[in-house]
C-alpha cells in the first residue's frame, strides 16, 4: 500500500516509532534515526537482566526499519537529517518542539526544505499551549490528566497504572492515519502539512463518549462495581470452573426473556420486578444476584452454547495466554510472524498492525535492525563520498 514511501523516523520510546513499525508493515520505507547509545527501549529487558537477542517489545514497534546512528547534538548531524528529508515523503518525530527549533528541524524549517514533506509531531501535550514542552508519557498524558485513570476505577478505590504502552499506541494508530490522510492530499497538492498528535489528545478522544457527556450536562457518572451497574444485565459473571463471561445487552427490552432462559429461569420472564429497564435497575442488585447464581450452575463451555442458543451478545473475559491460543485472533490475523533479530531465518509471535488489508502484504517487512546497521548503506545513498563517510564516523557525527 505505502509502497515508495519514503519516512524518516526521528524518535525513541513506543508511541512515535509504533506510527512508524505500523507504516512499515503497510509498506513505507522508514529510516530510524537513533541518538548515539541507542533507543532506550532496546534496554527494556537488559535492564532486568536478560540477554535474549529478541526484544519483543523493541521488535514490535522497530521490525522492518533501518537504523541510522546519528549525533543530532552537533551541527554536522543534524545536516545530516536534512539531507534525510530532503527527498523524504515523511518526518515522524516525538523531540519536543523546543528542541527542534534550536536545532532547525522544526516544521517551518523542513517545508522550506521539501515542500511535499509530511510532517508528523507526536507530542504528550500538543504544540501549542503551557504545556507544550513538557515531557509526556502515557501513563501521565494519555492515562492520568486525560481523566482516564480517575474514570476507570470504582469510586472509592485506588487508582493502578495503564499497561506497558497502552495510550502509546493507540496515539500510535491516531499518528498513522493521520500520516495516511496527509499523504493523500499531499499526492493531490504536491504540498505537505503538518500533522500533530499528542497522547493527551488521544486519550480525550478514546474517551470521547464520556468526555461528550461530560462537555454538555457537566458531569458524568462514575465506574460503578458489578451490583451498582445501571444497567445490571451489561455486567460480568463467573461460571460454575472459575471462568468470567461479559454480557452485553442490546437497547431496549429484547434480551431480558432470552437471559432469563440462558441461566434456565423462565419464569423471572415476566417478573414485574424486571421486565423494564427502569425496573431492573431499580432493583439492580437482586437481578445481579440472580444472574450470578445462573451463571455459577453452568461451566464455561455449557454456558456459552446457552448464550449462543439465544443470540446473546457475549464474549470471554480471557488472559493474554488464553488471547494468545485464540482461534480468532489467528483468523483475524491479529499475530504474525516476525523475523527475528538473531538473522538466523527464523522467526516468532508478534501482535499485527491495526488494520488488515486483504489480499496485500500488510504484515512485517523484516527484523528490527541492529543499533546503527544501515548507517553506512543509508549514507552512500545520500550521495556521501566514502572519504566522507570516513569522516563522518572519526568525528562521531555518525556511528
Not at 446473546?312 to 485472533?329: F, I
Not at 546497521?373 to 556521501?384: A, E, F, K, S
Amino acid at each position: 500500500m505505502l509502497e515508495g514511501i519514503k519516512v524518516v523516523e526521528y524518535a525513541t520510546y513506543m508511541a512515535a516509532p509504533g506510527a512508524g513499525s505500523i507504516l512499515s508493515d503497510w509498506g513505507a520505507d522508514v529510516v530510524k534515526i537513533e541518538p548515539p547509545g541507542g533507543d532506550p527501549i532496546r534496554l527494556f529487558f537488559k535492564t532486568i537482566g536478560t540477554d535474549i537477542t529478541d526484544n519483543p517489545v523493541f521488535d514490535f514497534d522497530n521490525r522492518g526499519k533501518k537504523s541510522i546512528v546519528v549525533d543530532t547534538s552537533k551541527p554536522e548531524g543534524q545536516e545530516l537529517v536534512r539531507k534525510l528529508v530532503a527527498d523524504a515523503d515523511v518526518f515522524l518525530t516525538n523531540v519536543r518542539p523546543g528542541g527542534l527549533e534550536r536545532s532547525g528541524l522544526d516544521y517551518d524549517s523542513l517545508k522550506e526544505l521539501n515542500p511535499k514533506l509530511v510532517y508528523c509531531s507526536l507530542t504528550g501535550y500538543g504544540l501549542q499551549g503551557p504545556d507544550a514542552n513538557r515531557p509526556g508519557f502515557d501513563i501521565a498524558s494519555f492515562w492520568s490528566r486525560t481523566g482516564v485513570a480517575r474514570l476507570t476505577v470504582p469510586k472509592g478505590e485506588d487508582l493502578f497504572a495503564n499497561r506497558t504502552a497502552f495510550g502509546d499506541h493507540t496515539t500510535s494508530m491516531s499518528a498513522a492515519a493521520g500520516i495516511c490522510a496527509a499523504l493523500v492530499e499531499a499526492g493531490r497538492t504536491g504540498k505537505g502539512r503538518l500533522v500533530e498528535a499528542s497522547l493527551f489528545r488521544a486519550g480525550l478522544y478514546a474517551l470521547g463518549s464520556d468526555f461528550a457527556i461530560q462537555l454538555f450536562f457537566d458531569r458524568v457518572a462514575s465506574t460503578k462495581s458489578r451490583h451498582e451497574q445501571n444497567v445490571p444485565i451489561t455486567n460480568f459473571f463467573e461460571t460454575r470452573d472459575g471462568s468470567w463471561v461479559c454480557l452485553v445487552s442490546r437497547q431496549g427490552e429484547v434480551d431480558w426473556g432470552p437471559i432469563c432462559r440462558a441461566i434456565g429461569r423462565e419464569e423471572l420472564i415476566e417478573d414485574e420486578r424486571f421486565t423494564s429497564a427502569k425496573a431492573r435497575r431499580k432493583h439492580r442488585a437482586e437481578v445481579v444476584d440472580i444472574l450470578d447464581e445462573g451463571f455459577a450452575k453452568y461451566d464455561k463451555a455449557e454456558m456459552a452454547k446457552r448464550l449462543d442458543a439465544e443470540s446473546l451478545a457475549w464474549a470471554p473475559v480471557q488472559t493474554l495466554a488464553e488471547v494468545a491460543k485464540d482461534p480468532q485472533a489467528i483468523a483475524a490475523g491479529a499475530i504474525v510472524q516476525t523475523p527475528s533479530a538473531k538473522g538466523d531465518g527464523s522467526t516468532y509471535a508478534s501482535p499485527a498492525s491495526p488494520v488488515r488489508f486483504p489480499g496485500a502484504d500488510d504484515g512485517p517487512k523484516g527484523p528490527s535492525p541492529a543499533l546503527g546497521q544501515h548507517t553506512r548503506d543509508v549514507l552512500d545513498q545520500l550521495g556521501l563520498t566514502d572519504d566522507a563517510i570516513e569522516s563522518l564516523y572519526t568525528d562521531g557525527i555518525v556511528s
